[in-house]
């Protein structure tokens, strides 16, 4: 079973702000009130381990945690508790673009090819349409999702050991089938690059530039790519959906497009910045990476900043992530000073459906409590009969296990994932298009599983 991502990038909410909200609604505890109404229903429904909710009005704001840290740690997260981000960096990474230019370093146009260190070359589709900066940024470059030759010694952690070489392997390799600026196609190897070239030209590292040129004028101390002690202490633990413990991601050379770790207290700082940026250049440079830098290409596409998704209002930007046990998104609108943050510990693309809700409910929108489908029970002893092992395939085996009212499937070479029921036999997952049919005979005993997915079914049978 070959199981599709799960992080979402949203054709978020057309018409978010076109309804013509006023900033309105709760005001001071009641804020707080409100977005515990809001966010509560994703812990209670065991959608997330643990959350942190930050919101932004106007000159309020208001940062709240839910949930525990893990099975094995009760403690409730709250604003200094560090998650993963994921490719919510790459909006870090187009702010450092802005800089650079702000600084007179680079231009947006400036090919990338200008910037490659000595030796390293790449393949162009048009020579006379070199790829540039701003098309890493915006994702018209013509360069993959991926790279081909991202074969990782530990798949759970897939970018730890993509390096120099690499990188530069790829790049001599690689043969764009479309020229820069001809289609927008979404690649965390073009971001993660660019990142790598920005701290190239500065003679540095990716982390250490971040932390010169954005992090540490803007006070987010808690905003960085390596934990200290004291830090690490405060990292919430990584899950899959349904509670199964996840992995932390690390990265190398592709860090500008994953790589950072933050707080709910300093991505509302974050925010603020962006809302009021302060003065002198690190100002200039949040509202150069705030322009719209790349319009719609076609249909579905959605307008860009320096790193920045553009809502279709034309005022709100946004950008989610996710990573190996962590899901993130930030969404600002500068139109009506509101911003909202969501921050889990759960690899589960559900909370961009929060996000959206808290925005709206800051602009005025009568938001009412997300209502998800109840799980129906099932008896202890019907759910102990399905545990076991069932062979798909050669080398390909299901295991099922019966653990604290829930049922836990994994596959080889896949991570295990909660299934759900629609009956005693009938499961399926969240995390992909899939369900599971246990084959239980007269006696009670299960002989087989049946997978259905994409149109297709396959019949695993019992092996232990």
Not at 132 to 150: A, K, M, V, Y
Not at 248 to 270: C, H, M, P, R, Y
Request: neutral net charge; aromatic residues 8%; charged residues 20%.
């Amino acid at each position: 079973m070959r199981f599709r991502s799960t992080r979402l990038y949203l054709r978020l909410l057309a018409g978010l702000m076109a309804c013509g909200f006023a900033v309105a609604g709760a005001t001071g505890g009641e804020l707080s009130d409100k977005v515990d109404e809001l966010a509560k229903p994703y812990v209670d429904s065991q959608t997330v381990v643990g959350m942190t909710v930050g919101v932004v009005r106007g000159g309020e704001t208001v940062v709240r945690g839910y949930g525990q840290l893990s099975s094995e740690d009760a403690r409730t997260p709250d604003g200094q508790t560090l998650y993963e981000i994921g490719s919510v960096s790459k909006v870090f990474t187009g702010l450092l673009l802005a800089d650079a230019v702000t600084a007179g370093r680079v231009e947006l146009t400036t090919p990338v090819s200008e910037l490659l260190p000595p030796g390293v070359t790449m393949n162009q589709r048009d020579e006379s349409v070199p790829v540039q900066l701003i098309s890493l940024s915006t994702h018209t470059s013509g360069l993959p999702r991926l790279p081909d030759n991202l074969d990782p010694a530990d798949p759970t952690d897939p970018y730890a050991d993509y390096g120099g070489k690499q990188l530069a392997a790829f790049l001599k390799s690689y043969r764009p089938r479309k020229r820069p600026g001809e289609r927008m196609e979404y690649s965390n190897f073009g971001v993660g690059m660019l990142g790598t070239l920005l701290a190239f030209e500065r003679k540095s590292d990716y982390g250490t530039l971040l932390g010169k040129r954005v992090t540490q004028p803007l006070g987010l101390t808690d905003t960085t790519l390596k934990l200290n002690a004291q830090q690490r202490e405060r990292l919430a633990p990584p899950h899959f959906e349904g509670g199964v413990p996840g992995n932390n991601w690390t990265f190398d050379k592709l860090a500008g497009a994953g790589a950072i770790l933050s707080t709910g207290e300093d991505l509302v700082k974050f925010a603020l910045a962006q809302l009021n940026p302060p003065g002198g250049p690190l100002g200039e440079s949040i509202d150069l990476a705030w322009k719209v830098h790349q319009e719609p290409i076609a249909d579905g596409d959605l307008a860009m900043g320096l790193g920045w998704h553009v809502a279709r209002d034309g005022s709100t930007r946004w950008h989610n992530g996710q990573t190996g046990g962590y899901h993130a998104a930030l969404f600002v609108s500068r139109r009506f000073s509101v911003a909202a943050v969501v921050l889990t510990n759960t690899a589960t693309g559900e909370v961009d459906a929060l996000a959206g809700q808290l925005i709206r409910m800051l602009i005025g929108a009568d938001e009412k409590p997300r209502q998800f489908d109840t799980t129906p029970a099932v008896d202890p002893a019907k759910l102990r009969r399905l545990a076991g092992k069932y062979q798909l395939a050669p080398g390909v085996v299901f295991t099922v296990t019966a653990k604290d009212g829930k049922l836990m499937v994994g596959l080889t070479g896949q991570p295990t994932f909660r299934v759900y029921p629609r009956s005693d036999t009938e499961w399926y997952y969240k995390v992909v298009e899939a369900t599971l049919t246990f084959d239980v005979d007269a006696s009670g005993k299960c002989n087989a599983v049946e997978l259905f997915q994409d149109g297709v079914r396959q019949k695993a049978r019992r092996i232990l």
